[in-house]
């Protein structure tokens, strides 16, 4: 039988630059990467794989499964590595939880074996904390056999015994606390036994440098008990921050390449938009880093941002051709419908055909699309909504009783409109939704066309005096 080994991984790949996304995984066993299983995915920036392998060729015991992804550019993300314990032969058998044994802290000695009448799954819904355990912290340890005679890890535990006199009505009688590591500075404010506390006052110290700090709190109550320490990072800033703070320089870097920043003045701006080309043309193409932080009046810098780009061209604006697109349904990507086209800038598109296949029912769907230009670069995936209903138009706009015949057709079809209209126009689209024929007609109630193209399935759509509908032939 097939052993399988079951996994689920997510993968996020951010560009925000070149919008690159994975197209694919690989994945192997142990150190054996000769052996390694490459799958092709749709393109998407975030993957999650929730899937089954065979390991019928690994050996029962501890194994390492390795894993990473590539992007559209043939880039490996880090390899993601896990170990596994494959189970021997006999664990593909119906194993049942024949009886479990548990015990507390150290003392296996006087563990407590307990029948479980052979099931699949058991839940423990029991007090089985024994009384003469003292008050304090303890861990509870369970394992279980099953009818293989197999016996799994042990589970362990932290739990909390609290003293008998925690029944009682307990009440917060006082609380205290300090800064830092400072405890013999600690201060002791009385809680007046509330039985919740909500501290709400300015607990900072005005001779407290400022930077950051931590603050600590623990509670009492009426029995004595001390809460465990609640402890919190903050940043004190200068007094001066309560100025009219602004920004007057800011440097940015690429890479880790700090050593070589730019430094420059902001005219004391209290908001600050860098809007022009700062890469400079010795960056080599590739995927970079661009990193930029700013300093305000009272001379504190900001934090560091990071942003990802891809530099192709050598720093140049080079205007790019479109050469290709597809478009696909949902996530149904292998079913993707993909043109080429003559090289242009600018694309437009305003027919998508739905596929026989695709199997788009009444409801919501996803059309997806995306565009490839002249350096065999993909532009980022484009997604939007549409609604399939038993009607795309109202009925009042719908030609009706229409014949197209012979269908399948040899090359030529008959129209009959079943009665006389002013205007009418014919189109004809292949089923990657590109327009193939054109015709108009006036004042007739009949035409034929000759459909001089290959064999398969097209779309006939007919307008006649502002009505319209669309009809499925096939060229023989």
Not at 159 to 180: C, G, H
Request: charged fraction near 15%; charge should be negative; include cysteine.
């Amino acid at each position: 039988m097939k052993r399988l080994f079951s996994f689920i991984m997510f993968f996020v790949l951010a560009w925000t630059y070149g919008q690159n996304s994975i197209v694919g995984y690989e994945y192997w066993f142990d150190n054996n990467y000769n052996e390694k299983v490459n799958t092709v995915v749709a393109p998407v920036s975030i993957l999650t794989i929730n899937s089954s392998v065979a390991t019928s060729n690994l050996v029962s015991g501890i194994h390492t499964f390795n894993i990473r992804s590539w992007d559209t550019n043939g880039l490996f993300s880090s390899t993601l590595s896990s170990f596994f314990y494959k189970v021997p032969t006999q664990s593909t058998l119906n194993r049942t939880i024949m009886n479990y044994e548990y015990w507390f802290d150290n003392d296996f000695a006087n563990k407590v074996s307990v029948a479980a009448n052979n099931q699949e799954t058991f839940t423990l819904n029991t007090n089985v904390v024994p009384s003469t355990l003292a008050g304090g912290i303890h861990t509870f340890n369970i394992r279980f056999k099953d009818n293989t005679g197999l016996t799994s890890s042990t589970l362990s535990s932290f739990f909390y015994k609290v003293p008998a006199q925690s029944t009682l009505n307990r009440t917060i009688e006082n609380y205290e606390y300090w800064f830092d590591n400072d405890y013999a500075n600690k201060v002791l404010v009385a809680a007046n036994n509330q039985e919740t506390f909500t501290l709400n006052t300015n607990a900072v110290p005005s001779a407290l440098a400022f930077g950051i700090h931590i603050f600590n709190i623990r509670f009492k109550d009426n029995t004595g008990l001390t809460s465990s320490t609640l402890s919190s990072f903050f940043y004190k800033v200068p007094d001066q921050s309560t100025f009219d703070r602004k920004i007057v320089t800011y440097e940015y870097w690429f890479d880790n390449d700090y050593a070589n920043k730019v430094s420059e003045t902001a005219n004391n701006q209290e908001t600050f938009t860098l809007n022009t080309n700062v890469i400079p043309t010795t960056l080599p193409n590739g995927i970079h880093t661009f990193n930029i932080r700013f300093k305000d009046s009272t001379t504190l810098s900001s934090s560091t941002l990071s942003s990802f780009f891809y530099k192709n061209q050598n720093g140049s604006l080079v205007l790019k051709n479109i050469v290709e697109y597809e478009y696909w349904f949902n996530d149904d990507y292998s079913n993707k419908i993909a043109i080429a086209i003559t090289p242009s800038q600018t694309v437009n598109i305003n027919t998508f055909i739905i596929p026989e296949n695709s199997g788009l029912g009444i409801g919501t769907h996803q059309l997806n699309i995306r565009f490839k230009d002249d350096s065999n670069l993909w532009s980022s995936i484009s997604t939007s909504e549409f609604n399939m209903s038993t009607l795309d138009i109202a009925d009042n706009n719908l030609l009706k009783n229409i014949v197209l015949y012979p269908n399948p057709t040899d090359g030529y079809l008959n129209i009959e409109l079943k009665q006389v209209y002013t205007e009418i126009n014919i189109k004809v689209f292949d089923i990657r939704g590109i327009e193939v024929y054109h015709q108009n007609n006036q004042n007739t109630d009949k035409t034929e066309i000759h459909l001089d193209f290959a064999s398969g399935m097209y779309f006939v759509n007919i307008t006649a005096d502002g009505k319209t509908c669309t009809k499925k032939i096939l060229r023989k």
